[in-house]
């Protein structure tokens, strides 16, 4: 079955950094790229970040761009999300998953996402 477990997160304060890890499973890792967005009480549903682990194409939303990165283990087929530079409105619950009908990132902040995991809370102090 479809699994995403995300982990890593947790209380930070401003400045700080986090990494998020995201253990993926049950289907082709090679034929469909893996997003984080994150989701907020009161706002929109936002997409963070996209990268094919077929070639290690990604993306970043403006929002965050400069400050997150995102990386790949294929081995471990794991995924990670490196947030450097913090700010409380990075505060949200992240979650990693597949939109099952995208083959790439070019449109990943426009995802229906059919999997998702449980999600993983970040909490950024000012």
């Known amino acids: 079955q479809v699994q995403f477990v995300e982990s890593g997160g947790g209380l930070v304060q401003s400045g700080g950094s986090l990494r998020l890890s995201c253990a993926a499973s049950g289907f082709a890792l090679d034929v469909y790229p893996i997003g984080w967005f994150r989701q907020a009480p009161g706002k929109e549903r936002e997409g963070v970040s996209c990268i094919r682990l077929s070639d290690g194409t990604t993306h970043v939303a403006d929002s965050v761009k400069g400050r997150f990165t995102i990386s790949r283990d294929n081995v471990k087929n794991m995924v990670y999300l490196q947030m450097d530079s913090l700010k409380p409105e990075d505060t949200a619950v992240y979650y990693c998953?597949?939109?099952?009908?995208?083959?790439?990132?070019?449109?990943?902040?426009?995802?229906?996402?059919?999997?998702w995991g449980q999600g993983t809370q970040v909490t950024v102090s000012s």
């Open positions: 998953g597949i939109d099952v009908s995208k083959r790439d990132c070019s449109y990943f902040n426009r995802w229906g996402y059919d999997y």
